[in-house]
């Protein structure tokens, strides 16, 4: 029976463990379900929806880490280390770890920052240091971005000064384009404004009529105008392309001239 009762004990000592990470597991998995459940409702719109599922990410990772750490104490403990004074020792480390890992500390402060803030949140459009895209990825240490051409920029959350978020409000999105300078400035714009039925028409994602800023510039090749079309950040790109598109076919149907550079070339002989 001692022999037993010996054998029994080094047994116990290698399943706790084991015990207390399943645990760890299902508290866990249980925490994420009332989360989800909780977060898996009707948003009055996408950007609160947005907000809502960036801060419950936050919070699920948060506690993931407390679990570990509680289970990693257990689990020493079982093992008959000195936790109490491990933990006496944690404020003294602590200092010194902070001392080391300055930037990391500012990170997890500005990521905090951002959240609380509402400064920006996964799937929005922003501007960073000169580049801009959609935020794919918020932590509290670092936020990715990404471009239309597939580019991710990692940027620590303490190197962010200033952010242009473009989806707080709605968005303009603008084209230059350039006519002839013998062109009736007249027929030019009602030029313009016919394409704004056949915009709305052809592309659904089209609601607004175009708007015409005016003459910007007198540039040596031609008179440049200013046009544009509210919309949403998500289509903002879309719609300048289409608008670019559209405005130089309907330009053409017109007869308006869209000047462009000209090399003449002379065979001398």
């Known amino acids: 029976m001692k022999y037993f009762d010996k054998y029994a004990d080094q047994i116990f ?43 419950s990410r936050h919070i699920l990772n948060i506690i993931k880490y407390i679990i570990v750490v509680i289970i990693a104490i257990a689990i020493l ?61 918020l932590g509290l240490r670092t936020t990715r971005l990404k471009n239309y051409k597939g580019q991710t920029l990692i940027i620590a959350n303490h190197s962010i000064t200033e952010v242009i978020n473009y989806n707080l409000a ?10 002839a300078y013998e062109s009736d400035l007249d027929k030019v714009e009602e030029s313009i404004e016919e394409l ?32 544009g079309i509210e919309t949403v950040t998500d289509d903002y790109f879309y719609v300048q392309r289409i608008l670019r598109k559209e405005l130089k076919k309907k330009f053409d149907k017109d007869k308006i001239k869209i000047p462009y550079q000209q090399v003449e070339v002379h065979n001398g002989k």
């Open 77 to 137: 403990a079982n093992f008959g280390v000195n936790v109490t004074s491990i933990l006496a020792g944690l404020g003294i480390t602590a200092a010194l770890i902070g001392l080391a890992f300055q930037d990391l500390a500012k990170d997890l402060i500005a990521g905090v920052s951002i959240i609380l803030e509402d400064q920006y949140e996964i799937g929005d459009t922003v501007e960073i240091n000169g580049f801009l895209g959609e935020v794919v990825a």
């Open 13 to 55: 000592k290698l399943i706790n463990p084991i015990v207390a990470i399943i645990i760890g597991m299902i508290v866990y998995e249980i925490i994420r379900k009332i989360i989800e459940k909780t977060t898996n409702k009707q948003f009055k719109n996408a950007h609160q929806e947005k907000r809502v599922k960036t801060i």
């Open 196 to 227: 704004s039925d056949i915009l709305k028409e052809k592309y659904p994602k089209i609601k607004k009529d175009i708007r015409i800023l005016g003459v910007t510039e007198l540039e040596s090749s031609g008179i440049i105008y200013r046009v």
């Open 170 to 179: 709605k968005n303009f999105a603008a084209v230059d384009i350039s006519v």
